[in-house]
């Protein structure tokens, strides 16, 4: 048997599994990133791998790319479907699904700044207006140790509910105009309001 010659390929077209060296590490690079933003890294590695392709892809073939189960490729590619960063496309003659990315990228962001951030932050701004109305009878209390302390508490919580609600405007003219003016939020972190 003949010894095997070294390749002269340069590292990042030599395929490490079914991806190239570089699309590896963008693909991880980008798992890491959604990982960080609560998502499951595998989401971010799937989108990834079908963006930098320059075809539509099969579940084989991302199974294949990935090294990931079957299961894996099928629960990762329907959220991501039901998050609309991923796209089946029929291919003429082909019987399997092929799966494209989402290529506008501010469309996918906007998708989660609605769908997820802008839920938060209600969410908090319902919580802490709870949270005063709660509180505010104490700020009457004849006991001086309890009344010092819903005072304190009670402005402390209108500031931030008056930043969550700021919070909220700017996240809601980011998602519109896909612009965002920051000088409302430098006043009130500079103590302007």
């Not at 089946?88 to 998708?111: D, P, Y």
Request: charged share 30%.
């Amino acid at each position: 048997m003949a010894p095997v010659e070294p390749s002269s390929e340069p590292l990042a077209s030599k395929p490490t599994g079914d991806l190239s060296a570089s699309e590896r590490a963008v693909s991880d690079a980008i798992g890491r990133l959604m990982q960080f933003w609560g998502f499951k890294r595998n989401m971010g590695r799937l989108w990834t791998v079908l963006y930098l392709s320059e075809r539509p892809l099969t579940a084989q073939d991302l199974r294949d790319r990935l090294c990931l189960s079957t299961g894996a490729v099928s629960m990762t590619v329907t959220e991501l479907l039901r998050w609309g960063v991923v796209k089946k496309v029929w291919l003429q003659g082909e019987r399997r699904e092929h799966f494209a990315a989402e290529g506008n990228l501010w469309k996918m962001i906007s998708r989660v700044l609605r769908e997820r951030e802008q839920a938060e932050i209600l969410d908090t701004i319902t919580a802490m207006e709870e949270a005063l109305r709660a509180i505010e009878p104490q700020t009457r209390a004849e006991d001086p140790e309890v009344r010092d302390r819903a005072v304190v508490q009670y402005e402390r919580i209108k500031q931030l509910l008056e930043l969550a609600r700021l919070g909220r405007q700017l996240l809601d003219a980011l998602v519109s105009t896909a612009r965002l003016d920051a000088s409302a939020l430098t006043r009130f972190l500079l103590g302007g309001r």
